[in-house]
Structures are given as C-alpha cells and as structure tokens.
T-cell receptor, first 114, second 117 residues
Framework: SQQGEEDPQALSIQEGENATMNCSYKTSINNLQWYRQNSGRGLVHLIL?????REKHSGRLRVTLDTSKKSSSLLITASRAADTASYFC??????????????FGKGTHLIIQP | DTAVSQTPKYLVTQMGNDKSIKCEQNLGHDTMYWYKQDSKKFLKIMFSYNNKELIINETVPNRFSPKSPDKAHLNLHINSLELGDSAVYFC????????????????FGPGTRLTVL
C-alpha cells in the first residue's frame, strides 16, 4: 500500500499567507524528504529530515516530523506566486523494501493567488 | 551544469515497439533510480541500481530492463510497449548512506514523457 499521504490534496491561498501541508506514512523510516514539482518539470529537493530529528528549517520552509504519529508537516511562510507547484513528501523506509528507493505520496497542489 | 540529464524529453511511439531512455548523472553518486509518474501524478519507484546491485520493484513488468554501462549512467529499455506504459519517467541519483541508514537526498532528472499510441 502507498506509504505517504499528503493532506490537503489541493490548497489555494493568497500571496503572503502561510501554507501548511501534512504527510502521513505507515512504516519505520530512515528519513523523510519533501520535494517540489512545477508543472511539466522534474522534482526539486527541498528538505530532508532524519528520523531522529523533530524540526528543520531552510529559508522560508519549516518541516516537522513526529515519528510516534508517523506524520510530517511542511510550512511555507510568506508565500509567493513562484511557490505555486505540487509538493510531495517521500519516505526512505527502514529497512528498505521493494526497490529501495523513495516512496512518494500523492502530493499537494499549492496555488498562490497574487 | 546539468546534474542529472535524461534523453529524450519526449518520446511518442506505437504499441509493440521497443524504446530506450538514457540517463546520466555527473554528481559522483553511487546509486541511481528510475521512477514512473502516472497521469494522476503518482510517483512510483521502478528500480534502484547500486554498484552493480539491481533492486527491482516486483510490480514492474519484465518488459522493462535497466542497463548501466558505468556508474554515471542508468538507461531504461522497454520492450513491446503497451498503452499503459504512457507516463513520465524520471531518473534520479543519490549517495547511499553507510551502515544501512538509507539514502541521502535524491536528485531528479527533468523527466521523459512517453506516449504510446
């Protein structure tokens, strides 16, 4: 079954507001990663948080990880029109199973209204 | 400099044909991957390849075969293409962390949009 599930599936906010996306997963992990995908483009890595970390920051991004609840959140502060994209969480399972790559959620499509 | 590159960017072909997609990474990574993204944007791992060790997702048909001439390349060959193979295929690479601690950040190529008619 699918590992990661993002919530919400779609989110539309005004420029300047904060955007929060959540991700839940099912198995033990080594790390959890967030990626952004602009329409018709490849995936861009945003941030990686290890299983022994609870919070990580990178610029306007803040990621939290709760391994007891098997969930993570991505907060984008002071959103900009350029943040419009799909955001995916991906887990690196521990131990690795299947093809030993990342297991992706279905993504949250974020639209920033100017 | 492009870190992970794929060719071609678009591939349109008839059912039953055999095709290949090439992938190259210049990051010095030891592990490469192929993912498939379907029309609903769901990404699924197909293969990972590390130091001649190939790990295959059991759901991938054996019509798909990765071929690695060297550490920097992992090409994807597809035999007898079917309509359901239409998707965007992404190559990625990363370092594998020591001690069974999983994989590091993965770097993705721009994708190859395959359309089977």
């Amino acid at each position: 079954s699918q590992q990661g599930e993002e919530d919400p599936q779609a989110l539309s906010i005004q420029e300047g507001e904060n955007a929060t996306m959540n991700c839940s997963y099912k198995t033990s992990i080594n790390n959890l990663q967030w990626y952004r995908q602009n329409s018709g483009r490849g995936l861009v890595h945003l941030i990686l948080i290890r299983s022994n970390e609870r919070e990580k920051h990178s610029g306007r991004l803040r990621v939290t990880l709760d391994t007891s609840k098997k969930s993570s959140s991505l907060l984008i502060t002071a959103s900009r029109a350029a943040d419009t994209a799909s955001y995916f969480c991906a887990t690196d399972a521990d131990p690795g199973g299947g093809a030993d790559g990342l297991t992706f959620g279905k993504g949250t499509h974020l639209i920033i209204q100017p | 400099d492009t870190a992970v590159s794929q060719t071609p960017k678009y591939l349109v072909t008839q059912m039953g044909n055999d095709k290949s997609i090439k992938c190259e990474q210049n990051l010095g990574h030891d592990t490469m991957y192929w993912y498939k993204q379907d029309s609903k944007k769901f990404l699924k791992i197909m293969f990972s390849y590390n130091n001649k060790e190939l790990i295959i997702n059991e759901t991938v048909p054996n019509r798909f075969s990765p071929k690695s001439p060297d550490k920097a390349h992992l090409n994807l060959h597809i035999n007898s293409l079917e309509l359901g193979d239409s998707a965007v295929y992404f190559c990625a690479s990363s370092h594998r962390l020591a001690g069974g601690r999983g994989t590091d950040t993965q770097y993705f190529g721009p994708g190859t949009r395959l359309t089977v008619l």
